[in-house]
């Protein structure tokens, strides 16, 4: 039933580059959440960059945007082979934090694009009035709440506890 076997697997996009503290704190308090009480598996995109990069490259590839673009390309292709690739093939829903540091990227954007594309239920919570939203990116969600409290709420109702 689920693309990932035994439980859901949710994907936690959101703005990571422009973000103060990396995207880090929403998506542990979140991913405590999902696999404690719900049992859903989590891909965390924060902690994979570590996973799927060198040493040298996490330190490194965010200068080298400005210093050494062909070497900063080839990481980020990675990033985001990885990034896409999770979300088509085994990723059962997103939750999405939209808030005023992922308007300045493009991932999330993207993201929910290929989601939309893959029929992939997007769940976004976010403060922004809807009219400050971009329609497009209102039309690749699923459900929108204005509180991960809401979210919650219906992530109980929507999934059996520990699928």
Known sequence: ?????SKPLAYLAGAI????????????EISRFLQQELGHA????CLEENHLLTSEEFRKFRQWKSTDLARFRKVV???IHKDIGMLIEQVDYIICLWD?????????????????????????VTKIPLTQISSW???????????????????????????
């Open 100 to 124: 005023e540091n992922v308007l300045n990227g493009g991932g999330t954007q993207g993201e929910l694009t290929m989601a939309f594309w893959h029929q992939v239920p997007v769940y976004m």
């Open 77 to 79: 292709h990675r990033i």
């Open 1 to 5: 039933m689920w693309k990932n076997g």
């Open 137 to 163: 990116i209102i039309g690749c969600t699923s459900e929108i709440f204005q509180d991960f409290d809401s979210l919650k709420v219906f992530l109980r109702s929507h999934f059996p506890e520990n699928t």
């Open 17 to 28: 580059e422009n973000a103060p503290d990396g995207g880090h704190q929403w998506r542990e």
């Open 42 to 45: 989590v891909f965390n995109p």
